[in-house]
């Protein structure tokens, strides 16, 4: 299993490259599929057969529906983001620190590039797998950033953290939105007992050990 971080706009693509297909986690902002289809291109590759969305927000799965439509890969998430996905939702909740930018940022950036919604195609619960589409990667559910935020966990080791943890520099708890800042200590307990050994971040190419996750405090 071969891992490419693909950067776009505010967001990234996470494409796993396995011998009997591909899987993508997040999907960056709205407009950015071109960065994945080059990379397609660039594989020789034609069988993405999953998108999975960490989470409601426009920089996690503003491109989903573009890519849906042009592989016809399914796209998958918790259920409890799934309405604001079919509806193009991206709650950011209550800011902390700087996280009010964001306030400021999304509906300028939603009015220059809109965000298509992006029904999932089907839900998994915490502890549920990807393994019927031949992705051996579990579920957790980790709210707090929103209702259903999620990492994923590989049979690896490798986990994908999304928004719960920010900064490889001084890694920490979600620290500047959620939508309810009282799911984000349990959340980092969660992804801490699952004891993965190396984490990736939603906004960052460089991961952490796990040694490092296990360090961060709420
Ligand atoms: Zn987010
Ligand atoms: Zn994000």
């Not at 009010?100 to 940022?105: C, E, I, R, S």
């Not at 990492?151 to 620290?175: E, V």
Request: aromatic share 6%.
């Amino acid at each position: 299993m071969k891992l490419h971080i693909l950067p776009a706009g505010l967001g990234q693509f996470f494409l796993l490259e396995d011998p009997h297909g591909l899987f993508l986690i997040d999907c960056s902002t709205p407009g950015k599929e071109d960065v994945l289809l080059a990379k397609l291109r660039e594989l020789g590759r034609s069988d993405l057969k999953l998108i999975w969305i960490t989470h409601a927000h426009y920089d996690h799965y503003g491109s989903a529906a573009a890519l849906r439509r042009l592989t016809g890969a399914r796209i998958g998430a918790h259920p409890a983001d799934a309405d604001d996905l079919a509806r193009g939702g991206s709650p950011l909740g209550s800011p902390r620190g700087y996280g009010f930018l964001y306030l400021l940022g999304q509906p300028l950036a939603r009015r220059i590039h809109p965000l298509p919604p992006a029904p999932p195609d089907f839900t998994l619960e915490d502890g549920e797998t990807l393994e019927r589409f031949g992705l051996e990667a579990t579920v957790l559910h980790t709210p707090g950033h929103t209702p259903g935020h999620t990492c994923l966990l590989l049979a690896n080791g490798t986990a994908f953290a999304a928004d719960l943890i920010g900064s490889p520099r001084r890694p920490h708890a979600q620290n500047l939105l959620a939508t309810d800042w009282r799911q984000i200590p349990p959340s980092l307990a969660h992804l801490q007992a699952a004891h993965p050994q190396v984490v990736y971040m939603g906004h960052s190419r460089r991961p952490i050990t796990g040694q490092a996750l296990q360090g961060i405090r709420p």
